[in-house]
């Protein structure tokens, strides 16, 4: 007989282990990376194919410097890799099939992150991508924004289609149809690399006209502390009747030390709550943040975030826009241990599942390397921070993981992890899952 996957809540889960990491390279300093199935597998064979593609972002800029000015002058890209399902040998699962000058509008673009969405709603994927153009204190900011690149069926490849421009530098990407009117649009929160002494705590949501051109932007003003909000994510968070075919939004405010929950009215109107921790937890977290079903049988998500310090914080959602938070007891915080990169930042943790199915999410965060906790499907998490499983090696010691993102490339049932290190040269690391159902005689 087979044995599931897992066991029930309150036991010990399996452990996930991966094959060595394949590490292909990608252009200097990696930031976001998102996986989907965007691509046939090969140009002979365009429909797609349930194998999940790879972009990833090449910002050109070394981001562990702080400083708008450390760009290295050349445009930034995204690269797009197509699953060519050939995973006897992990390091031939991925070939470059297309590098994306983000020249369009100006060429010293600092590209950011990257996400996959149908924006044109051709039934194919397209790729939506935050941009800075280089900047520092003695220059004019340029061209900072949302592109989105379509899919073009005849040459099997990414088009430029749009440039939504944002008052601010942007970094940390989400889509969502926030309107419900049958198009993906994009809330977007402000980069880091903002100049000095602005103000940076504001979210931009430019809707979708529904041909995958953005309208202008809505800027949602979030408090105006001196430290940026990089990264917003979207989430149900509000189950009010309507509420729930409205995609919610969630933010954290650095220099407040709380987060902010905007509760989505109308697709143009958010109710803004604030989120405060309990009393015996303080919030240094900037946006390192995730939101995901954490807690199987509610209808609403919840959210986990690192803070500097290294504690990952979960928040659950009340389903009414607000959220409750126990670090009594230590349910609700789990202790990653200290180390690089949570100290910069924006940085990466993202939801998925490695050793389960559909109603425990797991976690993935950027720290040094990667370390996954295992979602026990009732907001709490298994991890132990002697035990090196669970931090896989990377399989390179150039560039610090930034980002990191959960998919099953190989088509297993297993999420497996692609990382984007940041350094140059910079790569990206590719790690298959062996976990397996078990048979017990
Ligand atoms: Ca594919
Ligand atoms: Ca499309
Ligand atoms: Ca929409
Ligand atoms: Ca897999």
Known sequence: MVALA????????????????????????????????????????????????????????????????????????????????????????????????????????????????????????????????????????????????????????????????????????TIADFDNDDDMDVAVGVDFLIYPGDNHDFISVLKNDGTGHLEPETIFNLGESNDPTGTVVSGVFDL?????????????????????????LDGTDFEMTTVTPDSCAEWDIRDFVASAPFTSGKMSDDIAAVAGDGTLHVIHSDGNGGFTHNCWGGNDDVYLGSGNPLTYRPLGITAGHLNAGGSKPDLLVAKEGIVFILGKGDGTFQYDAQDQRYSPDIGTANGLVFRATIADLDQDGFGDIITSNHGAPGSISVLINKFQLISIP
């Open 6 to 173: 897992s066991t029930a809540n309150g036991q010990v889960q399996r452990i996930p282990e991966f094959e060595p990491a394949a590490v292909i390279g990608v252009g200097p300093y990696p930031w976001g990376v998102a996986a989907a199935d965007a691509l046939g597998q090969s140009l002979q064979d365009p429909d797609l194919d349930g194998y999940p593609e790879v972009a990833v972002v090449v910002g050109q800029l070394d981001i562990t410097t702080g400083n708008p000015g450390y760009w290295n002058g050349n445009t930034g890209q995204v690269v797009v890799l197509r699953n060519t399902q050939n995973w006897a040998n992990p390091a031939d699962g991925l070939d470059i099939a297309q590098t994306i000058l983000l020249d369009d509008v100006q060429p010293n673009t600092i590209s950011a992150d990257v996400a996959w969405a149908d924006m044109d709603g051709d039934g194919r994927l397209d790729l939506v991508v935050s941009a800075t153009t280089h900047f520092d204190g003695n220059s004019e900011p340029g061209a900072v924004g949302i592109y989105v690149y379509r899919y073009d069926e005849n040459s099997d490849r990414f088009v430029f289609h749009d440039y939504g421009s944002t008052t601010y530098p942007v970094r940390g990407l």
């Open 240 to 264: 009010t009747p309507g509420g729930t075919t409205l995609p919610d939004l969630f933010a954290f405010r650095a220099e407040f030390w709380d987060g902010v929950s905007m509760t989505n």
